[in-house]
């Protein structure tokens, strides 16, 4: 059932990223353009997207259990740090420079465009670039692909 679950709700977030336009790199570099030839449609669905998560999160923190049974895992860390200013860089200049972030580039390798694709390895690589690190530093152990 979690499966089945996981599947439906990753595909109706993927739909809604494809029926906003998320899935575009010109429109998204055109909201990100503010000194150019400014596209602001895409803070609608910003707005959207705050107001769900603000009520999803505020539900969320009053349970201890999901809808389906299991244990409600919500980021407990407020403390903004090196690590979380220079990951968060790293993460708007990639959107910026590519149009592209995690979500909208998985929705679009169903395109069957290339350009997704080649985000979707340097994501990979970049991800696993850093559990190598923090591997290496000590910070964790080898990730075993289970949550």
């Known amino acids: 059932m979690p499966i089945l679950m996981a599947f439906i709700v990753g595909l109706v977030f993927g739909i809604g990223l494809i029926v906003s336009g998320m899935t575009d ?3 998204v570099l055109g909201f990100l353009d503010l000194a ?3 596209d602001p449609s895409l803070a609608f669905v910003m707005g959207g997207a705050i107001l769900v998560g603000l009520v999803a999160f505020r539900i969320a923190g009053r349970r201890e259990r999901s809808l389906l049974g299991e244990p409600m ?3 407990s860390a407020t403390r903004i740090d090196r690590r979380l200013v220079l990951g968060s ?3 708007g200049i990639g959107w910026g420079l590519a149009g592209y972030c995690p979500g909208p580039a998985l929705a679009s ?3 069957g465009d290339g350009k997704p694709v080649v985000f979707a390895l340097a994501m990979v690589a970049g991800m696993s670039l850093f559990e190598l690190v923090e591997w290496l530093s000590g910070r964790s152990a080898p990730s075993t692909g289970k949550a």
């Open 25 to 27: 790199p010109a429109k």
């Open 36 to 38: 150019g030839n400014w």
């Open 73 to 75: 895992r919500l980021p």
């Open 89 to 91: 860089l790293a993460f």
């Open 109 to 111: 390798l169903a395109s």
